[in-house]
């Protein structure tokens, strides 16, 4: 048996080390060649080491070791088309001949089913293996996590049934079955793979196993435990999974989700209502829940929790932000009281004509348009060494969600009436809520628009959403004694601020522009009159 030393690739003009994520083979294990064996994760993406040979694998290197290009990670001792002898009695009941590949893959995949592989082998169902690959789901996406299996390794599944959930940076995906036929899961939940890689796969089959008989017999019969988890208990899979680590019946959770199906952020907001039905509950439930929800005085409790694609993208997108702009901040004090006394004058009567209430954030997104004619150098962006200006303004909106910040985009919204852009508003920050927003929803804005007013700040230095040049942020309205007049009297102020690219804009620009909103936002006329 040759030895084929397998060591750390090349993976980047720039990375000069990768540490081990996780090992999808055991030590010993007969591995064959391209066979994905571990994930690399480097400073800057994910890869997959694959097998340079077929053999049994040596692991020489551990979860969580850091090791630079070129190190020994693991060895093969080469099996010349041999298997080995553990797992030579499957190999030879599936596969006489070596040389068919397909043949001696379906092999692998039945294993670890006992239940299914048997009748799958012995009736010569099984004709291929499909493999499951991620899928692309957004131009900008480069990687996804599997947040839930729906279904088991070994599992039969049919054409379209739900897999598992994938999730992104900026949505969650379903990924249906391909094929019909015996699931070999491959990635894990928590793992983040690459699109493009094997998630799974399917030793194709012309029917459910034997071991299945009512499965079988009728297959109609499977369906309904497949529709069971989304339809009767309205649950996603990793809606389920919150829902069941808290203890929640999810017949007790109204869904958002189509069909009235609990999606993640139901089953978050579900943790609120907890305490309320617990008193309802039997008696012997309540005594046993204080075991666990107490903690002794001074206690210094602490826990861990992985962070999700969505969270790790933000983070790595902010400080790359703060890295490479020349981030500037500029303050300024808005006088609400002309936009309030016009709100209050028309809210009920545009509410009933528009079915949509009148909010300060319309009064904003018009006035940010008007100054962005005025100052088109704030609505461009940097690409490569030109200056890029767009003519129309998609302007961003900063909604908070259960998962994170997103940041959902108005477009055209210099062509929109305030009625057209309180009723985008409201579509937008639901979608937003009930984890819906499309990519396309939440690519492409050329500036942003952040309210922390609504959780009480009084004053921010908000952060440029990348690759925009500026981003307005909205503050609390406070009653503040200002002079007018000569006379010192009470208004509603608001402070705002704009933080800016200094590379593209220079402070004039930035305070004039600022100005500008200010000067349309304490005379509203000027935004029905276009002056």
């Given at each position: 048996m040759a030895e084929i030393e397998i060591k750390v690739p090349p993976?980047?003009?720039?990375?000069?080390?990768v540490t081990i994520g996780n090992w999808f083979k055991n030590d010993g294990d007969f591995v064959k060649m391209d066979e994905v064996i571990c994930g690399l994760d480097s400073d800057k993406a994910t890869f997959e080491l694959t097998a340079e040979a077929e053999g049994i694998l040596h692991i020489k290197a551990q979860e969580g070791d850091t090791l630079n290009i070129g190190d020994l990670i693991a060895t093969i001792d080469a099996a010349n088309g041999a298997a080995p002898k553990e797992t030579a009695p499957k190999a030879e009941a599936a596969a006489p001949a070596a040389a068919a590949t397909p043949a001696a893959e379906p092999a692998k995949v039945e294993a670890p089913a006992p239940t299914a592989a048997p009748a799958a082998v012995s009736t010569g169902a099984t004709s291929q293996v499909y493999e499951m690959k991620v899928p692309a789901v957004g131009e900008s996406i480069s990687e996804v996590t599997i947040a839930s299996?729906?279904?088991k390794d070994g599992d039969y599944v049919a054409v379209d049934e739900i897999l598992c959930e994938l999730e992104s940076d900026k949505a969650t995906f379903e990924l249906p079955a391909e094929a019909a036929g015996i699931l070999t899961i491959v990635g894990k939940e928590g793992d983040t793979l690459s699109i493009g890689a094997v998630i799974c796969t399917i030793a194709v089959t012309a029917g459910a196993p034997a071991a299945a008989p009512a499965q079988a017999n009728a297959p109609a019969a499977a369906a309904p435990a497949g529709d069971k988890a989304y339809s009767e208990k309205h649950a996603s899979?990793?809606?389920?999974?919150?829902?069941?680590?808290?203890?929640?019946?999810?017949k007790d959770v109204n869904g958002s989700g189509s069909g009235g199906k609990i999606m993640k952020d139901d089953a978050l907001k579900a943790e609120k209502a907890a305490p309320a039905t617990a008193p309802a509950t039997a008696k012997p439930a309540a005594a046993s829940a204080p075991a666990a929800a107490p903690a002794p005085a001074g206690a210094r409790a602490s826990r861990r929790e992985k962070m999700s694609s969505l969270r790790k993208t933000i983070a790595r997108r902010l400080v790359a932000v703060k890295n490479e702009t020349a981030m500037l901040t500029t303050f300024n004090e808005v006088d609400m009281k002309p936009v309030m006394d016009l709100r209050s004058k028309f809210k009920d009567k545009f509410k009933e004509k528009h079915e949509v209430g009148l909010g300060f954030m319309s009064f904003f997104v018009k006035a940010v348009t008007v100054a962005l004619k005025d100052f088109p150098v704030i609505n461009a962006q940097i690409d490569g060494d030109e200056l890029v200006y767009n003519d129309f303004a998609d302007i961003s909106v900063a909604v908070s969600t259960p998962r994170g910040l997103v940041v959902p985009v108005i477009r055209n919204a210099e062509t929109l009436s305030f009625a057209a852009i309180e009723k985008e508003i409201v579509r937008l920050a639901i979608r937003a809520r009930d984890g819906k927003l499309g990519l396309?929803?939440?690519?492409?804005?050329?500036?942003?628009?952040?309210?922390?007013g609504t959780f009480g700040s009084m004053m921010?230095?908000?952060?440029?959403?990348?690759?925009?040049?500026?981003?307005?942020?909205?503050?609390?309205?406070v009653e503040r004694p200002v002079v007018v007049d000569g006379q010192i009297v009470v208004r509603p102020i608001m402070y705002v601020a704009l933080s800016y690219d200094h590379r593209t804009i220079d402070g004039k620009d930035s305070v004039s522009f600022l100005v500008r909103v200010k000067q349309l936002l304490e005379d509203p006329m000027r935004l029905l009159l276009d002056m």
């Open positions: 993976v980047g003009e720039s990375i000069t080390e299996w729906s279904k899979p990793v809606a389920a999974k919150i829902l069941a680590e808290k203890g929640i019946d999810p396309d929803e939440m690519s492409g804005g050329t500036f942003t628009i952040t309210n922390g921010s230095t908000p952060i440029i959403n990348a690759p925009q040049s500026a981003i307005l942020g909205m503050h609390n309205i």
